[in-house]
């Protein structure tokens, strides 16, 4: 009879192992697991072509996948990049380096719709072209929230930048029809909407440059991703933003911390390059951060 109770009691004990070892795996999700106070709303990995469909180019730019990541390039920068090997100009993203370059190339293409290129307000108008934004336009942050990606440069050259909280002027999106036509020039993020532009890999400089807009007053700055001579390393960078504190971590150590007093509203997100730059992104994830 005792051997009889103790074998019962052996298979119940099983039985609950077994259940309790599925709980894990049936009840938590996995997304989840590794820190409760956040879900990730959207992951790119750009397995596929269909990924290039969320986002929409402004300017002088292209994107494309190759070997699973997401290149951004510059439609002129094959002309730069020639141009820095034959060391005809510096690999310092000087615009009075490049721009006369960039100006005959486009005026080339445009003809006399190369005026929208330039810096009207000045005593002599400036050409400013050449350089492009690419937004998400399906997935939005939220109040609290992270935006991680692994960034591997192709060009020595700078510079790349990331946005968000980006909106219209109103707060409205800044993919609303009655915001005024964009060409991929700086003055428009600057002048035309709100949003936070966190500049990053810049070899000589060497820092990470965060500014809001309207304006180009910098309101903070840190490490940038460039550590060594070895520039073609990649780095996991994620940039977030709690109750108003905006934070750059590159792999998982921050770079800066700054507290905005009067956070922006807006949730759309994307990223710029200059002429010269030219980059891969990757296993891109949005985050929505809870309290």
Same mark, same amino acid.
């Given at each position: ?9 052996? !298979? !119940? ?5 077994? #259940? ?20 990730? *709303? ?25 070997? /699973?990541? !997401? ?6 920068? =094959?002309?730069?990049?020639? !141009?820095?090997? &034959? ?6 993203? +000087?615009?009075?380096?490049?721009? =006369?370059?960039?100006?005959? &190339? ?7 719709? #190369? ?14 072209? /050449?350089?492009?934004? +690419? ?7 939220? %109040? @609290? ?40 020039? %700086? ?20 820092? &990470? ?5 309207? %304006?180009? $007053?910098? #309101?903070?700055? %840190?490490?940038? $991703?460039?550590? *060594? ?49 030219? /980059?891969?992104?990757? @296993? ?8």
């Amino acid at each position: 009879m005792h051997i009889r109770q103790t074998f019962i009691w052996l !298979l !119940l004990l099983l039985a609950y192992s077994s #259940i309790h070892a599925q709980i894990p795996k049936e009840a938590v999700n996995p997304k989840e697991a590794i820190n409760p106070k956040e879900t990730v *709303s959207a992951t790119y990995t750009f397995d596929t072509e269909e990924e290039l469909a969320d986002w929409l180019v402004e300017g002088e730019g292209k994107a494309s996948i190759e070997n /699973g990541k !997401l290149i951004l390039e510059p439609l002129y920068f =094959p002309l730069m990049d020639s !141009l820095m090997k &034959a060391g005809v100009i510096s690999e310092d993203n +000087i615009m009075e380096e490049y721009n =006369p370059y960039l100006y005959t &190339a486009m005026k080339a293409k445009y003809g006399k719709d #190369i005026a929208r290129y330039f810096l009207r307000g000045k005593e002599e108008a400036t050409f400013t072209g /050449g350089h492009f934004n +690419i937004w998400n336009r399906k997935i939005k942050t939220a %109040g @609290n929230f992270a935006i991680e990606f692994d960034f591997t440069p192709l060009s020595p050259a700078p510079l790349h930048m990331v946005l968000f909280c980006a909106s219209g002027l109103k707060e409205e999106s800044i993919f609303a029809p009655s915001l005024p036509a964009r060409y991929g020039l %700086g003055e428009e993020l600057m002048y035309d909407m709100k949003t936070y532009r966190l500049s990053f890999f810049h070899q000589s400089r060497r820092k &990470a440059n965060l500014r809001r807009a309207p %304006g180009k $007053v910098m #309101i903070a700055q %840190g490490t940038d $991703v460039v550590t *060594s001579e070895d520039w073609r390393t990649t780095s996991h960078c994620r940039v977030e933003r709690i109750d108003g504190t905006i934070r750059f971590l590159i792999n998982g150590k921050e770079s800066f911390s700054y507290k905005d007093e009067e956070p922006l509203k807006g949730n759309n997100w994307g990223f710029r390059l200059m002429a010269c730059a030219k /980059g891969a992104y990757d @296993n891109i994830r949005i985050i929505t951060i809870y309290q």
